[in-house]
């Protein structure tokens, strides 16, 4: 089927007018101001305890399709009662929502990704702020023109799995808000 310049000049235009809406539809979230992590997102998770050595402690997450990556590795830190760790991860994902960390309104401006997409590295850590555990978790997907994108990771919806290896320390992290940023950012001196 051969397809008409002015098909041709108004699927483009179509496309450029849905891209506009889609950056305009873009909301911001805060990190401190924002709601809290939800949940029971990820009723299928496994956790298996790798290694013990010594004080520390290597698990693996495993995601099924389906699970909310954010909520289950939440879930699992305050179950666990983790205090200090830090994680890696590959799979892929049904869906996910990024942010990029935008100075002047400090928030984040949030990138959604709503087809299935290539989990090619999510890494992070795991410290506690206002006396719960908080993952701050970072993010790099390929799409499939092969093209990568990344920043903080607000939401991953699994594809058939994500595989997340995490090391669990024995000393605690605190974290404490910093005022510049609107920002909880880990104070290595504090103790509680």
Avoid: C, W
Avoid at 58 to 75: M, Q
């Amino acid at each position: 089927m051969r397809v008409s310049f002015f098909q041709h000049l108004a699927a483009t235009a179509l496309l450029v007018a849905s891209s506009a809406l889609a950056t305009q539809a873009q909301d911001y979230i805060s990190l401190t101001t924002g709601k809290p992590v939800e949940l029971g997102k990820a009723p299928n998770m496994k956790v298996k305890l790798l290694s013990t050595s010594g004080q520390v402690k290597t698990y693996v997450l495993i995601f099924s399709k389906g699970d909310e990556i954010v909520s289950g590795l939440t879930e699992f830190a305050q179950k666990y009662n983790v205090k200090s760790a830090h994680y890696q991860a590959i799979g892929d994902a049904l869906s996910v929502k990024v942010g990029v960390f935008d100075y002047g309104r400090k928030a984040f401006k949030v990138i959604p990704f709503n087809d299935p997409i290539e989990v090619t590295s999510l890494t992070g850590d795991v410290a506690v702020y206002n006396g719960k555990p908080v993952a701050h978790t970072h993010v790099n997907l390929a799409t499939f023109d092969g093209l990568l994108h990344g920043g903080h990771l607000f939401e991953l919806v699994s594809g058939p799995t994500v595989e997340l290896f995490v090391t669990v320390e024995p000393t605690p992290l605190y974290k404490k808000l910093n005022t510049e940023f609107d920002a909880a950012i880990i104070d290595p001196e504090l103790t509680k």
